[in-house]
């Protein structure tokens, strides 16, 4: 085997650089894309006994995307059925396939059964626990990932999923589990995590510095870190803790603000005025208007924002008192921007901003109906779930959505692909920028289906911001920006096999 990988002028395939990686992405370290196309042999032809082995192993299954040629190079010919789909039919294919389950979880069953066949086509988990036989092995456990050359990493500790609440174990690709105060999932007999109460205090905070140093440690300096998912007494702490001397992000505080922002400042467009022309009410999972006669009891990166002002308990009395321009939601609590609600804010408002953010669809403070029916056609409404078109008084309305995947994959993509050594507050504000090409049809945020594009400009900002405060470290700065952040995008692109 051994003489086998080193027959190419010398060198181990293990030690040939590697420009790009297929389809941009993150680097083909092993060699195994770029084998297959431009050497004579594939590297892993030397393990993979026969086409049936082929098909079983997720790292190098096409499917029906395997060419007659690949076919019968690869003893793959009556194994598959005869018709050979380009990627992009077969990507058709599967995505046509998923829209036939109604239910949610049924489509959450197939994506993990294309797991299991197709890794170029879904992502995989990896598992840290707070019980005792993890520690001082965190960075032992990351060395047992398959794949060295990691640029992003999205960590949760599943203790606040939006709009569904502690859900353990059971989210993103790296989980450290430290235990679960859901009672059902404690209670039920399948569930995979640790059985134990949430770890807190030292306890808590000496896993996570002892899984940031190691990721540090096994992955470099620039490694993205994306804090997901944690409830806020954890993730405002973790964020001032790490930013200094990690490049992290907490899509949950960032992402969302950035998101939220840039519908705002969209929504001006329409109301007129600038930001501190307006006045902004939140509703959010509190107890009241936060007023400096409550900061006592507040969380402390509440405290800012605490004003004087008389405590209000009820949302239609905070709206009738503050007369504010903008309202936004993230409650998680379904219709609380009841119908005398959103008519307070159209009497107050000729067009009065209405975000509705919270997830899922049954926990947003109001539909996209409720928005434009109770306020005669006249609010400028967004919301963090989905909603269909409106037809009120013979004109159709689009609602926006305020999705914070808007932001986070053009916003990672910057960081990693100018070398960014720490997230700056300005690069969020980068972020943010809008592009008012769809300020003629009424939208304050652009259509979902041109994702790729927006997030390739606005990596183009972020990148551009970052060199600007020195915070870039891959030198040169390239030219075209937004084409190089097309060129880093990854694409889940099939390798040829010879």
Known sequence: MDSTFKELNGDSVLDLEDKAGVGGGVQDVYGEDRASENQPITPWTVSVASG???????????????????????????????????????????MHNLRQYKVPLHRYMAMMDLQERNENCSTSCLWITSRNYFQGKILEVLRNWPEKSIQVIVVTDGERILGLGDLGCQCLPITIDVGTNNKKLLEDEFYIGLRQNRATGQEYAELLEEFMSA?????????????????????????????????????????????????????????????????????????????????????????????????????????????????????????????????????????????????????????????????????????????????????????????NAYIFPGFGLGLIMSGTIRVHDDLLLAASQVSEENYAKGLIYPPFTNIRKISAHIAAKVAA??????????????????????????????????
């Not at 299954?61 to 076919?71: P, Q, S, V």
């Open 52 to 94: 049936y082995t082929m098909l079983r192993d997720p790292r190098h299954n096409k499917g029906l995307a395997f060419t007659d040629k690949e076919r019968d190079a690869h003893y793959l010919t009556g194994l598959l059925p005869p018709v050979v789909l380009s990627q992009e039919l077969q990507e058709k294919r599967l």
């Open 215 to 403: 990721v540090k440690q096994n992955y470099g300096e620039k490694v993205l870190i994306q804090f997901e998912d944690f409830a806020n007494h954890n993730a405002f702490d973790l964020l001032a803790k790490y930013r200094t001397t990690h490049l992290v992000f907490n899509d949950d505080i960032q992402g969302t603000a950035s998101v939220v922002l840039a519908g705002i400042v969209s929504a001006l467009k329409f109301v007129g005025g600038s930001l501190s022309d307006h006045t902004f009410l939140f509703l959010g999972a509190g107890e009241g208007l936060i007023v400096s006669s409550r900061k006592e009891s507040l969380q402390h990166f509440k405290t800012p924002w605490a004003h004087e002002h008389e405590p209000v308990k009820e949302l239609l009395d905070a709206v009738k008192a503050i007369k504010p321009t903008v309202l936004i939601g993230t409650s998680g609590v379904g219709r609380t921007f009841t119908k005398e609600v959103v008519e307070t804010m159209a009497s107050i408002n000729e067009k009065p901003v209405i975000l509705a953010l919270s997830n899922p669809t049954s926990q947003s403070e109001c539909t996209a109906e409720e928005a434009y029916m109770w306020s005669e056609g006249r609010a400028i409404f967004a919301s963090g779930s989905p909603f269909d078109p409106v037809e009120y008084n013979g004109q159709i309305f689009v609602p926006g959505q305020a999705n």
């Open 465 to 498: 911001r970052s060199y600007e405060l020195g915070l870039a470290s891959r030198l040169p700065r390239p030219k075209d920006l937004v084409g190089f952040a097309e060129s880093c995008m990854y694409s889940p692109v099939y390798p040829k096999y010879r």
